[in-house]
């Protein structure tokens, strides 16, 4: 068939020819079957109609109506590409509501024919001429698709096609219908009595009113059945190959069908049989006499008596209302081109308003931003006025020309400085651009709310940046009043605090190794450090973990002092791993510790032993805290969902607060006794008021995974880690309800998603470890990194650093009111690190 089609395309000299760029079926445009549900038809058959279109636009290179499917206008044809709104033919005639209008009818057969006789002048017979095959736009413009039901009974491998159809069909059908379909397929095989009754269709529904509904409408799927047996001309029942005859006999049908309506499925059975006898209902010889007097010459029975399709076109009954078809299409393009006009000017309009309110943003925020630099230019000349008055005083006061030579010395060498520290600074302002710009607008838009809500708790604001979601221009510039009505010191207030948190970000470049710690069983595989911690004056650091050993070291002495092997000036030894270590904060020589086994030590430093233990966890505990505001209270959390608390001059504790997860994680508040937060495996912290500790004052919500480590930042303030790759700062002096649920920063730049890493905050900066053998350092002002450092593992032969990426950072712990920090990994190395 393919060689035909082509010798046929080679055959037409016309300027009518077939655009080959339509025919290519490579991007078909497909129907989506939403498009194509029927009235009364169920969920099955609506899915079969619409398989049916979709395989018919999709077709074969071999068939006429995929190449019309795709045909550009040519000449009058009117046919175009299918569009999604697009109904279909055999919807719009089976429409029990349809009012017959002669002009809307006579239009849609007028194109019908016309692509008829555009296949005819190009040697195809169209075989499908039928309503399943056609879909109708909105303004009744007629497209030409291929059916997947068709029945050609002039070609074989169009038999074998339709069987192959048939067979998919099949599928979808009862077994009751697969053999009446399978006569259906092929009209040879069909007779004209070979009808479903209306009995067989089946009524689905959740109530009487749908079935009802349902039997007043046509069955679609037996509709589409039967519809290939209507158009079968008396030749093709007969066995006889289709020809051009045929599709002028289906033209026949098809205008019997858009002149006369049916109410029920029935009558239209009915109709249907009495029309394959040229027998017509009475009404319509009364309503349409002149469309009766048509269609039975275009039904005549001999094919040779039939009408050829250019004189359908050429007969009176085209030619009459041909005038006010033109002026009716010309109505329909008109129609059309005001559509489209309207289309793209309600999009036009769209666009402008949406551009129009993004330029108003960007006006207001560009606004603030001006009204931000001129608070700054202001403090800076304030500044500066300052610093002249300063130097007037020192010249005046200046001894000699030797003096002013030292004092521009000075000046020149820190003119030097600032230089460096500006072109530093610039490269780490570019690189962390975007999310600077973010803490600006929220730190701005938090002052904005504070000074129109007041806080619901008398807790001085925290004084730094606190919003780590990075806002769009909209979402903040919407949220700021103009610069003027807020007050100067409401406005100096968070710029300084923007400005601390930048200053105290940019304010270091590296991470330094100031020592390293060297023991003497560093090779023991079993010594990873669990804990670590200064003493109250920063003089001593303890370490602790799986090696059941609390060792004490001087900072001094490991800092200043050359050392092949660092001893402890303490070393004391627990019955099971040790998981957590705490100083107080009062009594100096005084730990806590919590082992595997449950059990909590009171250790006395300077004897070096044990001075209480306290015993009533029944499974592991994870951590141990001292309070800063009474020294006697311990607090620890534990794998049997408890915290506990303990006086240390009693054996048994003092009070328990029961949980539904595993407790990983406890901290005191450092100004009060009163208050306690702790993380959970589910997810979850609490912070509750030991004075009333059936519930808790609040539940944090916002981690995904276990909460490993607490760390109150200030009075309010709390900062949570979690094995979910992130840390988050919560502000609990503006809950308002007992639930928390979004944090006012998220960090991120570290790897955390198995293990204790540690946690440590000091003077607003946190430092954390990471899996990646990483201590890597945040200000709480900015949500990633200011400074990481990478631990190297040295190969004790070649001392070369090697990778291991089985290693991570177990512990860290700043020392107090210092930039420096101590840090152990997995493989029990210790360093300390200092901010430079």
Same mark, same amino acid.
């Given at each position: 068939?393919?060689?035909?089609s ?7 000299g016309?300027s ?5 760029? @339509? ?8 129907i ?15 899915g ?9 636009v ?5 068939r006429?109506?995929?190449q019309?499917?795709y045909?550009?206008e040519d000449?009058g ?7 999604s ?12 509501e349809? %009012? ?8 849609i057969?007028?194109?019908i024919?016309e692509?008829?006789?555009?296949a ?27 059916? @997947?039901?068709c ?7 169009c038999?074998? !096609?339709?069987n192959?159809?048939?067979?998919e069909? @099949? ?10 379909l399978?006569?259906?397929s092929n ?9 479903l009754?209306?009995g067989? &269709? ?6 009487v009113?749908q ?5 007043n ?6 509709? $589409?059945?039967?519809?290939?047996n209507?158009?079968t001309?008396?030749?093709e029942?007969?066995?006889?190959p289709?020809?051009c005859?045929?599709?002028v006999y ?5 205008l019997f ?18 029309l394959?006898?040229?027998?017509f209902?009475?009404?319509?010889? $009364? ?10 010459c275009l ?5 040779a ?5 250019? !004189?359908v076109?050429?007969?009176?009954f085209?030619?009459?209302?041909r005038?006010?078809?033109i002026?009716r ?8 081109k ?12 769209m ?5 129009q ?9 560009v606004?603030f931003i ?5 608070e700054?230019?202001k ?8 610093q ?7 010249d005046?006061a200046s001894?000699?020309?030797?003096k002013r ?5 000075i000046s ?5 400085d ?10 780490r ?5 975007k999310k $600077?710009?973010?803490a ?21 604001m ?12 909209k979402s903040s510039?919407?949220?700021?009043q103009?610069?003027?009505?807020l ?9 300084n605090s923007?400005l601390?948190g930048l ?13 390293s $710690?060297?023991?003497?069983d560093? *090779? ?14 920063g003089?001593?650091f ?7 050993r ?8 490991i ?8 001893y402890?000036?303490?070393e004391?030894?627990s019955r099971?791993?040790l998981?957590?270590?705490c100083w107080?904060n009062?009594?100096?020589?005084q730990?806590?510790s919590s082992?595997f ?6 250790w006395d430093v300077?004897?070096n032993q044990?001075?209480?233990e306290l015993?009533?966890?029944e499974?592991r %505990? ?5 309070s800063?505001?009474?020294p ?6 534990s794998d049997?969902?408890?915290v506990?608390?303990w006086?240390?001059?009693q054996g ?11 407790v990983?994680?406890v ?5 009060s006794g ?6 959970? @495996?589910?997810?979850r912290?609490y912070y ?6 059936? &519930? ?7 981690h ?7 760390k ?5 303030t709390l900062l ?8 988050k700062?919560?502000?609990l002096s503006?809950?308002?309800?007992q639930?928390?649920?979004?944090p006012?920063?998220?960090?991120t730049?570290h ?7 540690g ?8 430092a ?5 053998n ?7 002002a900015?949500?990633?990194?200011? *400074?990481?450092y ?19 950072i177990?512990?860290?712990?700043w020392?107090i009111?210092?930039s420096t920090?101590v840090?152990?990994n ?8 200092e901010?430079?």
């Amino acid at each position: 068939m393919e060689n035909s089609s082509e010798s046929n395309w080679q055959r037409s000299g016309s300027s009518r020819g077939l655009n080959s760029s @339509a025919v290519s079926s490579r991007h078909p445009r497909r129907i989506p079957a939403s498009n194509f549900r029927f009235s009364g038809d169920t969920d099955q058959d609506s899915g079969i109609i619409a398989g049916r279109i979709e395989k018919a636009v999709l077709g074969h290179s071999n068939r006429v109506g995929t190449q019309f499917g795709y045909f550009k206008e040519d000449y009058g044809a009117v046919v175009r590409p299918v569009e999604s709104k697009d109904v279909s033919l055999r919807q719009w005639l089976d429409n029990t509501e349809r %009012v017959v209008n002669a002009l809307d009818c006579l239009h849609i057969f007028m194109q019908i024919v016309e692509i008829v006789n555009l296949a005819h002048s190009q040697g195809f017979v169209v075989q499908n001429a039928r309503p399943s095959c056609f879909v109708l736009s909105s303004f009744n413009r007629v497209s030409f698709i291929e059916s @997947a039901s068709c029945s050609d009974s002039g070609s074989d491998s169009c038999d074998d !096609e339709s069987n192959n159809q048939t067979a998919e069909f @099949a599928g979808l059908v009862s077994p009751s219908d697969q053999s009446q379909l399978e006569m259906n397929s092929n009209p040879r095989k069909s007779s004209e009595n070979n009808w479903l009754q209306s009995g067989s &269709v089946n009524l689905e529904g959740s109530n009487v009113e749908q079935a009802e509904e349902k039997k007043n409408t046509f069955p679609m799927k037996q509709i $589409l059945q039967m519809e290939s047996n209507w158009y079968t001309s008396p030749e093709e029942a007969a066995g006889v190959p289709s020809s051009c005859a045929c599709d002028v006999y289906r033209l026949g049908v098809l205008l019997f069908e858009l002149y006369c309506t049916s109410s029920s499925a029935e009558e239209k059975n009915a109709t249907m049989s009495s029309l394959r006898n040229r027998v017509f209902p009475p009404q319509f010889l $009364l309503k349409w006499p002149k469309e009766a007097v048509f269609c039975l010459c275009l039904l005549h029975p001999e094919p040779a008596s039939r009408p050829k399709i250019h !004189e359908v076109l050429q007969s009176e009954f085209l030619s009459e209302p041909r005038d006010n078809l033109i002026e009716r299409e010309a109505v329909i393009d008109l129609k059309e081109k005001i559509k489209e006009q309207e289309l793209l000017l309600e999009f036009l309009l769209m666009l402008q308003q949406r551009k129009q309110e993004t330029a108003d943003i960007l006006r207001r925020t560009v606004s603030f931003i001006s009204s931000d630099i001129q608070e700054v230019t202001k403090l800076q000349t304030s500044i500066h006025g300052k610093q002249a008055l300063n130097s007037n005083y020192d010249d005046s006061a200046s001894l000699g020309s030797r003096k002013r030579i030292r004092n521009a010395q000075i000046s020149n060498s820190l003119e030097t400085d600032n230089q460096e520290n500006a072109i530093f600074t610039n490269s780490r302002l570019m690189k962390n651009f975007k999310k $600077l710009e973010s803490a600006y607008f929220s730190t701005r838009r938090r002052a904005f709310k504070t000074s129109v809500k007041p806080l619901t708790k008398n807790a001085p604001m925290n004084s730094v940046g606190k919003g780590s979601i990075v806002l769009t221009e909209k979402s903040s510039a919407n949220s700021f009043q103009p610069i003027n009505q807020l007050s100067e010191g409401k406005q100096s207030g968070w710029l300084n605090s923007f400005l601390d948190g930048l200053s105290k970000y940019l304010s270091f470049k590296n991470l330094e190794v100031k020592a390293s $710690l060297k023991q003497g069983d560093l *090779l023991n595989s079993s010594n990873l450090v669990c804990s670590l911690g200064f003493d109250r004056d920063g003089e001593f650091f303890a370490t602790a973990g799986v090696n059941k050993r609390i060792k004490v070291f001087e900072y001094d002495s490991i800092l200043n002092e050359n050392r092949d092997i660092h001893y402890p000036v303490v070393e004391m030894s627990s019955r099971s791993k040790l998981s957590s270590i705490c100083w107080n904060n009062y009594i100096k020589g005084q730990i806590a510790s919590s082992n595997f086994e449950g059990v909590v030590q009171i250790w006395d430093v300077t004897r070096n032993q044990v001075y209480r233990e306290l015993k009533e966890h029944e499974r592991r %505990v994870w951590s141990v805290d001292f309070s800063w505001s009474n020294p006697t209270l311990v607090a620890s959390g534990s794998d049997d969902c408890s915290v506990k608390l303990w006086n240390i001059n009693q054996g048994t504790s003092v009070g328990t607060i029961k949980t539904k997860a595993n407790v990983c994680c406890v901290q005191f508040p450092s100004d009060s006794g009163n208050t306690l937060a702790f993380g959970s @495996a589910d997810h979850r912290i609490y912070y509750y008021d030991l004075r009333n500790p059936r &519930v808790p004052l609040s539940t944090l919500i916002g981690h995904n995974k276990t909460v490993s480590y607490v760390k109150f930042v200030d009075s309010t303030t709390l900062l949570s880690s979690s094995t979910d790759n992130t840390l988050k700062l919560w502000d609990l002096s503006e809950s308002t309800s007992q639930v928390i649920d979004g944090p006012i920063q998220t960090f991120t730049g570290h790897m955390n998603v198995k293990n204790f890493v540690g946690l440590s905050v000091c003077d607003g900066y946190i430092a954390t470890g990471s899996e990646t053998n990483e201590v890597v350092v945040y200000h709480k002002a900015f949500p990633m990194p200011a *400074l990481s450092y990478k631990f190297n593992t040295t190969d004790p032969i070649s001392g070369d650093d090697v990778g291991d990426s089985d290693q991570f950072i177990s512990s860290v712990c700043w020392r107090i009111q210092s930039s420096t920090l101590v840090a152990a990994n997995s493989m029990g190395n210790i360093k300390l690190l200092e901010m430079v």
